[in-house]
């Protein structure tokens, strides 16, 4: 059988966390749900384990000491994985920004010959809902400035919904990740197209978290920004060849 695996980074997601994972189990495809919790000091943690006492064979956790990034948490993530042989590696919000319900979409995309399948909210117009119109220009245009500087093919570069084969993971040194925060969702989607890998983007809504409170600092920001112009350097350098 097909193993499939849906990796959710939290800090301080106790309002979202146990809706999550009982709607992603609820789904008639099958997906394992591995929760990557930095130690968030509000419980979130301990919900999953006693979820798991219900769900022990589908749902898993890994609590990390330090809180140093998405990116650092996905990392993390994607070694799990892989050490347990999973077909399909999934990135998804724990705030249900991301709807559980198109996991089988992304998963379709890559059994139709994706190496990794975008949740994308910009590839047919602007699908967000909820957000402010500040938020969506941020967004919006952070993606069009990172396709100008990079020559990327896709639409929504920052998505951060997203599914993997295996092997697309094992192509990267996972070691060598650099950006932690809202850069990660780039690097990854750079190199991963560097690699002449295919990308496919699936057009999803995006709605914002209506429970808990956002992640994004201007400093996340700042480093997506400043370091599109980096990875754009170390490739013209052969670096990511």
């Not at 994607?78 to 347990?84: Q, Y």
């Not at 139709?112 to 602007?126: I, L």
């Not at 639409?155 to 997203?162: E, I, M, W």
């Not at 690699?195 to 699936?202: A, F, N, S």
Request: charged share 25%; net charge positive; hydrophobic share 40%.
């Amino acid at each position: 059988m097909i193993q499939k695996l849906v990796i959710i980074p939290t800090y301080n997601e106790k309002s979202n966390i146990e809706e999550i994972v009982r709607a992603t189990l609820a789904l008639p495809e099958q997906f394992d749900i591995l929760v990557v919790d930095d130690s968030s000091p509000d419980g979130t943690g301990k919900i999953v384990t006693e979820l798991i006492k219900v769900f022990p064979e589908r749902l898993f956790l890994e609590v990390r000491k330090v809180k140093d990034g998405l990116g650092r948490a996905y990392v993390h993530g994607f070694k799990w994985a892989l050490a347990k042989n999973y077909d399909y590696i999934f990135e998804m919000d724990a705030d249900f920004s991301h709807n559980p319900k198109d996991l089988p979409r992304l998963l379709n995309a890559c059994q139709e010959g994706a190496d990794m399948a975008v949740g994308s909210r910009y590839s047919q117009g602007v699908n967000v809902v909820n957000w402010p119109m500040k938020r969506v220009l941020l967004s919006y245009f952070a993606s069009k400035y990172v396709r100008i500087i990079t020559n990327i093919p896709v639409h929504d570069t920052t998505a951060g919904f997203v599914c993997y084969k295996k092997e697309t993971l094992q192509a990267l040194n996972l070691d060598k990740i650099e950006f932690k925060g809202y850069g990660f969702q780039i690097e990854m989607k750079f190199k991963i197209w560097k690699k002449g890998l295919k990308i496919v983007e699936v057009p999803i809504i995006f709605t914002d978290r209506t429970l808990g409170e956002s992640k994004i600092s201007n400093s996340i920001v700042q480093e997506g920004l400043l370091g599109v112009i980096k990875l754009k350097l170390n490739s013209l350098t052969g670096k990511y060849k």
